[in-house]
T-cell receptor, first 119, second 112 residues
Framework: DVKVTQSSRYLVKRTGEKVFLECVQDMDHENMFWYRQDPGLGLRLIYFSYDVKMKEKGDIPEGYSVSREKKERFSLILESASTNQTSMYLC??????????????????FGPGTRLTVL | GDSVTQMEGPVTLSEEAFLTINCTYTATGYPSLFWYVQYPGEGLQLLLKATKADDKGSNKGFEATYRKETTSFHLEKGSVQVSDSAVYFCALSPYTGNQFYFGTGTSLTVIP
């Protein structure tokens, strides 16, 4: 079974702190994603990565950065946490449908989520 | 651009009722289509998928058929249970590229 793990299920931080959310997948997937989920807004893509050291901005990258130094690990960084970043954060990984990168993405596999509260 | 539109909730049903959650999509070419389920306090998990027109995905009594002519992928279950209470997301993966598009989710509550 594919497994995607996230470093914490619950996290409480103070405004201005630097916050690291870690995500690890064990199936050698090329693609990894960070989303945030808020009531009434569904899932919103923050950043994604299609290879080691590669990253692309999603829909709401402001206030966040990411790091992918190894294929299995994708970190989300809140440089200076703010109360409006209180949310559920979901990590996901995926592989390409076809050979190489010629196809679209196959299903995404999600971690259990990290509920972050910024006070 | 590519997108997914799904029925807004919340939906409340009695146990053993019939469930339909509508999902329509906009995409070029032939995307893959998915339904995910999220139980309280958990991440999303794949419920079913279909990768080409007229395919039917099924799992745990849920079904959805990929209808290219109506650009739809509606989720159905003949008899819901209390344990089906969750949020359901319709999603799309375009034919090429590395993006994924989710609907806004539909909350289902099944009462005994």
């Amino acid at each position: 079974d594919v497994k995607v793990t996230q470093s914490s299920r619950y996290l409480v931080k103070r405004t201005g702190e630097k916050v690291f959310l870690e995500c690890v997948q064990d199936m050698d997937h090329e693609n990894m994603f960070w989303y945030r989920q808020d009531p009434g807004l569904g899932l919103r893509l923050i950043y994604f990565s299609y290879d080691v050291k590669m990253k692309e901005k999603g829909d709401i990258p402001e206030g966040y950065s990411v790091s992918r130094e190894k294929k299995e690990r994708f970190s989300l960084i809140l440089e200076s946490a703010s109360t409006n970043q209180t949310s559920m954060y979901l990590c996901a990984s995926s592989f390409y449908e076809g050979a190489g990168t010629s196809g679209g993405l196959n299903e995404q596999f999600f971690g259990p989520g990290t509920r972050l509260t910024v006070l | 651009g590519d997108s997914v539109t799904q029925m807004e909730g919340p939906v409340t049903l009695s146990e053993e009722a019939f469930l339909t959650i509508n999902c329509t999509y906009t995409a070029t070419g032939y995307p893959s289509l998915f339904w995910y389920v999220q139980y309280p306090g958990e991440g999303l998990q794949l419920l079913l998928k279909a990768t080409k027109a007229d395919d039917k995905g099924s799992n745990k009594g849920f079904e959805a058929t990929y209808r290219k002519e109506t650009t739809s992928f509606h989720l159905e279950k003949g008899s819901v249970q209390v344990s089906d209470s969750a949020v359901y997301f319709c999603a799309l993966s375009p034919y090429t590229g590395n993006q994924f598009y989710f609907g806004t989710g539909t909350s289902l509550t099944v009462i005994p």
